[in-house]
Each structure stands twice: as structure tokens, then as C-alpha cells.
């Protein structure tokens, strides 16, 4: 609550409940003082109607009076009848002359009224306010009013009374409002301090996090308040940083998990060599084929960890009009070089275009078919289709959530859409352990080891980050003993979209 000086200016309070207090208080001032101007207006109005009321009533029987022969000898007990004994009332005859009427009904002590000269016009309805003879008296309301053939009479009535009134008004209301403001200011501090006191607990767990100790929760998580929805939020936020961390973690461990074996396999290599073991010309071709092998299976894991990388950082390429056909048949067209004894059956009309990276989708559909040669026993078929569909539906799905995470969900409902192009890889080979299902997409996750040995468990990973940069989904369905299905889907406009946003 303390207020930041600069230089002489005086800032205002740093924290938010000093800000929202000042606020409120600010407000509750403005409002008390204009209440406080109109109790205040209406009291003086109402007290100064009925003081000209009177004198208007004093000043016209005086009036009548002395139109009356010798009206002024008895005006005294006249106007004490009246209860008028306080008003000043004076006659300004035609030759100058002022004459004091009734002067002994009045206090000598008290302060006459200043009469204005000219005198203001005889006759108005409406009463002057004047101020006293001498300082310190009260003001003085005041008419005039024209005699025949005597002058002009003077009424004047003192407002000492209606101004003690309106200090004593003026008093309670300085009171009240102080009193008003320091219980708001006491009861709001309270609540503001109870309000707010989520907030500072979630700066303190903040800091806590700050520190490096990430496994707290903010609080409290209820979607009923402001401040419980923004504890929600850093709930959710903070899981997913630490869900993040975790899978960095793993996916770190896994990948220095599988270089570790080409690399002692070169180191093992190198020593035999290094102790002299490879002296025959046979024993060092076999080592230097090893290495090469070990080599070459590095480099494709080094290639794969990069892609995965660039595809988490920058998951939108440079994405052009790519022709879906020309990519299925060069990808089958390898794979049939690869294994030739494999039927592959293709159907991918011409002329089925996505707007993407046909490097990225190459990559996609030469990673499926090398799972069918992996993963299915030898002379087992394989279809490739190409087709262009509104909605696709899906029995069990699994797609990646946010950008390289990998992690997989079940789709039992159809997922909306414009058109989109689906291109799908179903083999006739043993099939998925439901088991296995969930962690398909999970890197360096092998559902069983290759034959070949030759999996990383990084392939349908690709997959799934390649299918999320060109704002697809993937699909898989499998059962034991009836193949697996993998579909990929892909927006046909997703070209105009991206033009429209940017």
C-alpha cells in the first residue's frame, strides 16, 4: 500500500489490492460527495423557500399598514404579532430620509444589513441575498416594496438560523463520509485480502516454480471464479510443460539408448582392430563391413532425431502443390526394388493434389511401407489407396496432440470436415496387439522386433508429426491375425486456407 515516490511525484500504490482499494475508495468518494451536494442543495432550498415565503408574508401586511394613517406608531405590536420581532424593517422615504420601524423589537447587538444603493426594484417577488453591516453577521435576505405617497419600504430577514442549519448538515455530512469511507476502506481491505490471497498463493507457487521444483500445483482449480479459472489454466499449463519435460526426458534416454549400440558395436570393431585380433583379410573385410553397417544405421537415426526436431519447431514447411499419385507410385516403386517378391497393389487416381511438402509425404508413405516389410513375414501383401472423402470415420483412432508428442486417442464419432484426401496403407499380415494400439505412435516404441532388426521405432512417429504439420490426422486399426490399416488425412483445401490466413 505504500505509495512509490519519483522525484515529487507521488505514484500510485505498486500492488493490486492497493490499486483496486484506492479505486473503489475513489469511487465511494465521488458518490458520497455527490449525495452529500444533494442533501445539502435541497436542504438549502427548502429552508430558504420557506424563509421568502415569510418575508414576502412580513412585507405585505407591513405594506398594508402603512398605507393606514398613523400606521407606524402601532407597527411595533403589529409585527411582534406576526413573530416576525427578527426582521429588519426600514422606510426610505421621497425626500432621502431612512426611517429604522420597530427598531426596539431587535437585538441592538445584532448586525444590520447592508442595504444595496440603488435599492433593488420595488415590487420583486424574489428576494436578494445581502451581507451584513459590519463583519461577522449573518446574511440577510431582502425585498422592497413601493408606498403611495410615503417611499420605499426595506424587509429583511436574517439567515442566521437556515446557515446554522446547513453547517451543522455540513458537519454530519463530513462525519458520515469520513466515518462511511474508513469502515469501506477497513471492510474492503478485508475482502480484497481474502479475494486475492488465491492470487498471492499462486505468485508464491510461482516463485516455488521458479526455483526448479515444477511438481506443485496452483490453486484453487474452480471453474466457478476468475481466479480459480486462471488457477486452472496454470494447472493445465504447468502439466503440460511438466508432461513436455517428460517425454524431452525419455525421448532424450531413448535416443541415447539406440546410438549406444552402433556406436559400441564401431568401438568393438575398433578394438579388435586396435589389439591386433583382425589378422586375416577376411576377419578385417567382416569388421569393416560391420562398421559400415553400424554407420549407415546411425546416420538414418541421426536423420530421423533431425526431422523430428525440425518438425517440432517448425511444423508448417514451405508447403506447395504436391501430386499425391507421382508420390504413392515413386514409393512403391522403391519399396518394389527393396523386396521384390512383395505383391503391392496400388489404386491413386491422377490428379489428386495437397498443398504440403512432397519430401515430407514421400517420407511418409516410404516409413509405412517399410513397417509392412518389417513387420510382416515375407510375400505378404500390401494396398496403397488414394481417395478423396468429406468425413472420415474411424472405429479405433490414434492421431499425435500438440506438435511431437506422439500420444495417442481414440476416435469412436465421425471427425468433420471439408474434403479431404485419405491415403491409406493396409497390409494382410499378423496385425497390432490391442495392447500395443495405445503406444503406436510413441517413439522409439516397437509394438515387436523388426526381423530385420533394422526399426528404430521412430517410423510411425514420422508419420504421425508429418501428418500434424500438413494439419492432418493419422488413423490406425488393427487386430491380431487380420492385418493392419493405417490411414492418412490430409485437407484437400488446406492450400486456400493457408492463403486466406495469411
Partial sequence: MTPRRTGRLVLRPRSLRGRLLLAVLALAAVVLLALDAVVYGALRGYLLDRTDTTLRAVRQRVAQQLSEPGAEARLGNDVRLLGASEFHLQLHRLDGRVRELAPGLRDPSGAAPKVPDPLPRAGDREPVTVGPMRPGG????????????????????????????????????????????????????????????????????????????????????????????????????????????????????????????????????????????????????????????????????????????????????????????????EAVAAARAADPDRPLSVTAPDGTEVHGDAEQLRRVLDNLLANVRNHTPPGTGARITVRTTAVTDVAYGTRPGPPGNGRPYDTEAATPGGARVEIEVADEGPGIAAEALPQVFERFYRAAPAPGGDSSGLGLAIVAAIAEAHAGTVALTSAEGEGTRVTVSLPLDHARDRRAVT
Fill in 138 to 329: 449573518p446574511e440577510y435576505r431582502m425585498l422592497t416594496q413601493r408606498i403611495p405617497g410615503r417611499g420605499i419600504l426595506v424587509a429583511a430577514v436574517p439567515l442566521d438560523q437556515t446557515q446554522g442549519t446547513l453547517r451543522r448538515l455540513l458537519i454530519i455530512e463530513a462525519a458520515a463520509t469520513g466515518g462511511a469511507l474508513v469502515l469501506l476502506a477497513g471492510a474492503g481491505l478485508g475482502i480484497l485480502r481474502r479475494g486475492l490471497r488465491p492470487l498471492e498463493e499462486m505468485a508464491h507457487t510461482a516463485d516455488t516454480i521458479a526455483t526448479g521444483h515444477t511438481a506443485v500445483e496452483v490453486g484453487p482449480a474452480d471453474e466457478d471464479t476468475e481466479v480459480g479459472r486462471l488457477g486452472l489454466a496454470l494447472n493445465t499449463m504447468l502439466a503440460r510443460q511438466q508432461a513436455t519435460q517428460d517425454r524431452l526426458r525419455r525421448f532424450v534416454a531413448d535416443a541415447s539408448h539406440e546410438l549406444r549400440t552402433p556406436v559400441t558395436a564401431v568401438l568393438g570393431y575398433a578394438d579388435l582392430h586396435q589389439q591386433g585380433a583382425l589378422t586375416l583379410p577376411e576377419q578385417r573385410d567382416r569388421a569393416m563391413d560391420g562398421i559400415t553397417r553400424e554407420a549407415l544405421r546411425m546416420r538414418r537415426l541421426v536423420n530421423d532425431l533431425l526431422l523430428l526436431a525440425r518438425l517440432d519447431a517448425v511444423p508448417t514447411g514451405d508447403h506447395s502443390p504436391v501430386g499425391l499419385a507421382v508420390v504413392v507410385r
